[in-house]
């Protein structure tokens, strides 16, 4: 006997595009339901993009703005290092200074 067909209600879009957003994996999720990774990707294939894109911009914009508020220099840095391209290079770190020496000259009789 075949199964029935699957008809997702709003929850469970919810739901999957939630478990997406927070990196389960769609087999995970697919097991959760009960239902093959198939199925869910058949089903539920705008959660699975939406949830983790969604979630990535969230988080971006939060990093952004903390980056702009002159409060968290850590997210600036961070920011600047990742997206603007910045780097610690140790090109320009100065090499070990070397010892300075100091000898006294002898008068000349």
């Known amino acids: ?3 029935r067909k699957l008809t997702p209600t709003e929850e469970q879009r919810l739901h999957v595009k939630s478990f997406a957003a927070m ?3 769609p087999h995970e999720i697919a097991r959760y339901f009960g239902v093959s990774e198939g199925t869910l990707e058949k089903y ?3 959660e ?3 949830g983790p894109m969604e ?3 969230k988080v971006a914009k939060t990093l952004y703005d903390m980056a702009c508020d002159g409060q968290t220099p850590a997210a600036s840095i961070y920011w600047l290092k990742v997206r603007g391209g910045w780097s610690e290079s140790r090109d320009n770190r100065p090499t ?7 000898a006294l ?3 000349a009789a």
């Open 1 to 3: 006997m075949p199964r």
């Open 23 to 25: 990196g389960t994996k």
């Open 44 to 46: 539920y294939k705008e």
């Open 48 to 50: 699975l993009f939406r």
């Open 55 to 57: 979630a990535n911009v």
């Open 96 to 102: 070990a200074i070397p010892d300075f020496i100091v």
């Open 105 to 107: 000259e002898k008068k």
